[in-house]
């Protein structure tokens, strides 16, 4: 199964992934981690896709869509997988579907979790993740067991820079503009399957899984 997870920032894409990729053993391929290793990796890509990230702003189409499809093309033939972060664009959604279909592959579901945009800025404020495993956490909804340190290997957690206020309420406005029309695109495709992103974590996968295992 190919599904794609589609939400604004904040509404617990990285979580549900993680989690849904443990549980249907999909592959997990996350565009802003692929960005945040490309930064901190210091080359010119990394220097250019800084410049966007920093404003809150999408990097463009061309560039995302090559770096993700790359990411694609190395997962063992009928590995399926899980895109968190992509498609954030019509332009990115259609090139992702025209590779695809190149390749007899096609995107099955998309799940689409929703959350009110207060709830967003509140929860974005709150994030910390895993420096060295990504895994996420959260100062009042998820916090780690020991402050500072990832559960799952020690880590050091962080603060994500784009996750300070101004730029956190840019990135909304653009997923509303950009991204938000993504969710007709696919409803319209008939592959829309919706989850009520206001719920505890564990609520929210439980509607996901039962949602994506009724599909298979
Ligand atoms: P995320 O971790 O998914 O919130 O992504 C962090 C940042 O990476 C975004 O604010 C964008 O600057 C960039 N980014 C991630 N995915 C995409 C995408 N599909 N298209 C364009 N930019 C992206």
């Known amino acids: 199964m190919n599904v794609i997870l589609l939400g604004a920032p904040g509404a617990g894409k990285g979580t549900q992934a993680e989690m849904i990729s443990r549980e249907l053993r999909l592959a997990h391929i996350a565009s802003g981690d692929l960005f945040r290793q490309a930064q901190s990796s210091g080359t010119e890509l990394g220097n250019m896709v800084s410049s966007y990230m920093e404003r809150g702003l999408l990097v463009p189409d061309e560039v995302t869509v ?6 694609i093309a190395t997962l063992d ?6 895109l968190d972060g992509f498609p954030r664009t019509l332009q990115q959604a259609e090139a992702l579907e025209g590779a695809l279909r190149d390749e007899n592959k096609s995107i099955d579901r998309v799940l689409y979790i929703k959350v009110s945009n207060e709830e ?3 929860r974005l404020s709150g994030r910390w993740i895993c420096r060295d495993c990504q895994a996420p956490y959260h100062a009042v909804n998820k916090p ?4 500072g340190k990832c559960d799952r290997c020690s880590g050091e957690l962080y603060q994500r820079p784009d996750d300070a206020e101004e730029t956190v309420r840019k990135r909304i406005e653009v997923y509303f503009s ?4 993504l969710i007709d695109y696919y409803a319209k495709k008939g592959k829309l399957l ?3 992103g206001a719920q505890s974590v564990e609520m929210v996968s439980e ?3 039962s949602a994506l295992k009724s599909e298979e």
């Open 66 to 71: 090559r770096m993700v499809l790359e990411q």
């Open 77 to 82: 033939r009928g590995q399926g997988f899980i």
């Open 120 to 122: 967003l800025v509140r």
């Open 144 to 147: 780690p067991e020991v402050s």
């Open 178 to 181: 950009q991204t938000a029309p």
């Open 194 to 196: 919706e989850a009520e």
């Open 207 to 209: 509607e996901i899984l």
